[in-house]
């Protein structure tokens, strides 16, 4: 990649290694952070596609380049089989053949989705991350889990799938809406909770100017954060040590009050800032932390208007949804919980009846 403002972060996997670029106005420039020349997919969703599709892939096409967009429906719902389906029978009739390379051009959804058409489609083609929320460029880019979503719940079919390369464009950020930008500010202070205290102070210190969009501060954010993502998914790329589950703070309740109260009514981002919250107290109830730790989390999360309180729905139906979303065959309830900010266990099997006596005291 060249150099000009860009910042680099490495994702270490020995022979499925790649690198993170971070910047200001890579896609305007995407030539020259691409480094391979053939056949393209560009998948992207319609508001993503209305402001820089096609400008985007223009940039891209070349006489060497050879680049076809294929656009889907903004939303959740676009992370289904059919919608695969319908991308695989596309490429199929142009002719993607198994040199070319996908591009996941959006937020969280669009990298979900075309990462596993990539993962899929011929066995497997080479995938390129452009994420274009906060929140795919702190998180879901980084670290290969593509997917789809079954009525039955999120996720529940999938790969690991590593990129080739990531190409993070913080100014598209500029372009972002407000409750989308503070639903990746959740899980950008998830990290802080989970991982640094130091980090979470300088959230803190500085805010006023994330909340503004200073370039600056946005880059560092989130070079920081694809640090952090890029350590733990080179500790436990498939999740099975028990390392990278800790990403999932804030997710065993979150994923349920999606699940409860449908998906769009609370962004991804939002639910799991309740689901922090959640955490947290759950943690203080069980002794690992005091009111203190459960402050300064609210305070932050609140700094960036994300939502801390349960929704009014009955605890029981929260409590089925959390053993419905669950991956494994385990039984029990497992919680992500902090012992002070910057630092997380894995708590198995935590009593129903605790849980159940926090969200009916709401
Ligand atoms: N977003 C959680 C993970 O990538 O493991």
Not at 62 to 68: I, P, Y
Not at 318 to 325: G, N
Request: aromatic share 6%; glycine share 8%.
């Amino acid at each position: 990649m060249p150099e000009t403002d860009c910042q680099t972060v490495q994702v270490k996997l020995a022979d499925r290694s790649y690198q993170i670029g971070i910047g200001p106005d890579l896609l305007a420039n995407i030539d020259q952070f691409i480094d391979r020349t053939g056949q393209w997919v560009v998948i992207t969703d319609q508001t993503v596609d209305s402001l820089y599709g096609e400008r985007f892939c223009d940039s891209l096409s070349s006489s060497d380049n050879d680049v076809h967009r294929l656009v889907v429906a903004d939303g959740e719902h676009s992370k289904s089989i059919e919608v695969v389906d319908r991308l695989w029978q596309e490429m199929i009739q142009i002719g993607i053949d198994r040199r070319a390379t996908v591009i996941a051009l959006g937020g969280g959804v669009v990298g979900d989705l075309a990462g596993f058409v990539a993962a899929t489609y011929l066995r497997g083609l080479d995938l390129v991350q452009i994420p274009t929320s906060l929140l795919a460029q702190v998180d879901s880019s980084v670290g290969g889990k593509v997917g789809v979503n079954l009525p039955q719940g999120k996720n529940l079919v999938g790969a690991f799938w590593q990129p080739q390369q990531v190409i993070i464009d913080t100014q598209v950020l500029q372009t972002l809406d407000a409750r989308q930008f503070h639903a990746g500010m959740a899980e950008v202070i998830k990290y802080a909770v989970i991982l640094s205290n130091d980090f979470f102070d300088w959230l803190g210190e500085n805010a006023l100017a994330i909340e503004k969009r200073q370039p600056h501060s946005l880059q560092e954010m989130i070079a920081r954060c694809c640090q952090f993502k890029a350590d733990v998914v080179a500790e436990d790329e498939r999740e099975t040590t028990g390392q990278r589950a800790i990403l999932n703070y804030g997710h065993t309740l979150g994923h349920a009050i999606e699940a409860v109260c449908g998906y769009g009514k609370f962004l991804h981002g939002e639910a799991i800032a309740i689901g922090m919250d959640f955490a947290i107290r759950l943690a203080c109830q069980l002794g690992r932390v005091s009111d203190v730790e459960i402050e300064r989390q609210r305070k932050l999360l609140t700094a960036f208007a994300l939502p801390i309180d349960v929704p009014d729905v009955e605890p029981e139906k929260l409590i089925e949804a959390m053993y419905r979303d669950k991956k494994t065959t385990d039984t029990k309830l497992n919680f992500i919980l902090p012992d002070r900010i910057g630092n997380v266990d894995l708590i198995r099997d935590v009593d129903v009846s605790t849980i159940e006596a926090l969200l009916t005291r709401e």
